[in-house]
């Protein structure tokens, strides 16, 4: 018996760097082709990640400056592809691609993955009233919400009045076989003779690094062979960091390396990996290297990180902001025994899907 296809559009408007944009790349890879007909819509072909979608995605750029203005072009390709399912794993896409569905009689089913932690948006006050209202109805009329961990699947609950029935956990996967791959045939960034710490992730306030550059000046004094490694494009905060640094005198113990399109080489060749973060989701490079079996100091920047790490086993846990906690645990880091085996997940996005052509049937 043949089944038919599942028709799905991926609806990400910029494949720069960042989490949500990676895991939306991430489950186009994991898609099993044979049971999907995949399409990607995009507001520009430029970004770092283009080159990690796989051929057998079909590729739509709508040639918009802003993703506000995508809507009625996402309108008249959903209305020409007639999708089974259109995905989103931005706050903006939601937003758009909400009213993109508004009054249209065959509606696709509208699986939107929330990118962070509603508390904490609500918290920091990172929400319009209008755009808090307009996420509020994309969500409403969601058929299924992807929350990244518990924690965060109870604050959709609480903060958005979410009928819990329609949130499903779907912890981050990773692609390990792309990382496997990236990792053969490689050459060491660093200078082996130094402690090389890596950091990565876009350069904004909410990541940290003013942080971690500060905790860096503490460390070096006790012993001058750290180097500290931050990855990742600028978010508005690398020339202050830059100005951190020479404030500090550690110019010649801090790096800024840019995006880099293969960063698993710099955690392979690390040290240990740093997340000092204000404010998190579900972070990937966390997850990453801890595949990698590396060890890892994370900040409590989210509650699943107490229970991805076991501390003075695979990592350190260290409060969020407390430079002096950072300093000590990055010194003390050959103390972490690393002795837990890193499991992936069991999710599976194709089940996902899958169980979506059910409802279509």
């Keep these: 018996m043949i089944h038919k296809k599942i028709n799905i559009l991926f609806y990400i408007p910029k494949l720069h760097n960042g989490g949500a944009e990676r895991m939306a790349i991430n489950m186009l890879r994991t898609l099993d082709e044979t049971k999907f007909n995949i399409s990607l819509a995009v507001i520009t072909n430029e970004g770092e990640y283009f080159h990690l979608v796989p051929p057998f995605v079909k590729i739509y750029n709508l040639k918009s400056s802003k993703t506000v203005f995508s809507v009625f072009k996402l309108r008249k390709l959903i209305l020409e592809l007639r999708p089974d399912i259109v995905f989103s794993t931005l706050i903006r896409s939601h937003i758009v691609v909400n009213?993109?569905?508004?009054?249209?009689?065959?509606?696709?089913?509208?699986?939107?993955?929330?990118?962070?932690?509603?508390?904490?948006?609500?918290?920091?006050?990172?929400?319009s009233f209008l755009k808090r209202m307009l996420l509020q109805k994309a969500y409403s009329n969601a058929d299924l919400i992807l929350a990244q961990t518990p924690e965060m699947k109870n604050e959709l609950v609480q903060y958005h009045k979410i009928n819990e029935q329609k949130i499903e956990v779907f912890i981050n996967i990773l692609d390990t076989d792309f990382i496997d791959?990236?990792?053969?045939?490689?050459?060491?960034?660093?200078?082996?003779?130094?402690?090389?710490?890596?950091?990565?992730?876009?350069?904004?306030?909410?990541?940290?690094?003013?942080?971690?550059?500060?905790?860096?000046?503490?460390?070096?004094?006790?012993?001058?062979?750290?180097?500290?490694?931050?990855?990742?494009?600028?978010?508005?905060?690398?020339?202050?960091?830059?100005?951190?640094?020479?404030?500090?005198?550690?110019?010649?113990?801090?790096?800024?390396?840019?995006?880099?399109?293969?960063?698993?080489k710099f955690f392979f060749f690390s040290d240990l990996?740093?997340?000092?973060?204000?404010?998190?989701?579900?972070?990937?490079?966390?997850?990453?290297?801890?595949?990698?079996?590396?060890?890892?100091?994370?900040?409590?920047?989210?509650?699943?990180?107490?229970?991805?790490?076991?501390?003075?086993?695979?990592?350190?846990?260290?409060?969020?902001?407390?430079?002096?906690?950072?300093?000590?645990?990055?010194?003390?880091?050959?103390?972490?025994?690393?002795?837990?085996?890193?499991?992936q997940d069991t999710n599976d996005i194709n089940m996902i899907f899958s169980n979506m052509l059910q409802r279509i049937k």
């Design 99 to 127: 009213q993109a569905l508004h009054g249209i009689k065959r509606k696709p089913f509208m699986i939107l993955r929330s990118p962070t932690s509603p508390k904490l948006l609500f918290s920091h006050k990172q929400l």
């Design 181 to 264: 791959e990236k990792i053969k045939n490689i050459e060491n960034p660093f200078d082996s003779f130094k402690i090389n710490v890596v950091a990565a992730g876009r350069l904004s306030y909410e990541k940290g690094f003013d942080i971690l550059i500060k905790s860096f000046k503490t460390i070096v004094e006790e012993n001058n062979d750290f180097f500290l490694n931050i990855i990742g494009n600028d978010n508005g905060e690398k020339e202050k960091l830059k100005t951190l640094v020479t404030r500090l005198s550690l110019e010649n113990h801090v790096k800024f390396w840019d995006f880099q399109k293969n960063p698993y």
């Design 273 to 343: 990996f740093v997340l000092p973060s204000r404010r998190e989701g579900l972070p990937n490079a966390v997850l990453e290297n801890l595949y990698l079996k590396k060890p890892v100091i994370v900040t409590k920047c989210t509650p699943f990180m107490n229970q991805l790490i076991e501390d003075g086993e695979n990592g350190f846990l260290v409060e969020v902001e407390d430079q002096e906690a950072l300093s000590k645990a990055i010194i003390n880091y050959k103390k972490i025994k690393n002795s837990i085996k890193f499991v």
